[in-house]
């Protein structure tokens, strides 16, 4: 956001502050290519496919997921 505010004409701000990154403890891993995806999906039985197609589109972890409560209207 700050460089992008120092390219503008004329710039937003006079310089870039150092902002320290934070450590990160649980990186995601096991990305799915799209054929890989459309081959899992094709190979689950029907039961299973929307959970993995709301899995990928939205990249929830499976715990998150699982852990959602449905409610009927």
Same mark, same amino acid.
């Given at each position: 956001?700050? +460089?992008? $505010?120092?390219?503008?004409? =004329?710039?937003?701000? &006079?310089?870039? =502050? !150092?902002? @320290?990154?934070? #450590?990160?403890?649980?990186?995601?891993? *096991?990305?799915?290519? @799209?054929?890989? !995806? /459309? /081959?899992?999906?094709? /190979?689950? @039985?029907? !039961?299973?496919?929307?959970? &993995?197609?709301? $899995? +990928?589109?939205? *990249?929830?972890? #499976? *715990?998150? &997921?699982? $852990?959602? #409560?449905?409610?009927? @209207?």
């Amino acid at each position: 956001m700050f +460089y992008l $505010a120092l390219e503008c004409t =004329p710039p937003k701000v &006079i310089q870039v =502050p !150092y902002i @320290p990154m934070l #450590k990160e403890s649980n990186i995601r891993k *096991g990305f799915f290519e @799209p054929e890989e !995806y /459309a /081959a899992l999906k094709n /190979a689950l @039985p029907s !039961y299973l496919k929307s959970i &993995i197609a709301f $899995a +990928y589109d939205s *990249g929830w972890r #499976k *715990g998150e &997921i699982l $852990a959602l #409560k449905w409610e009927r @209207p």
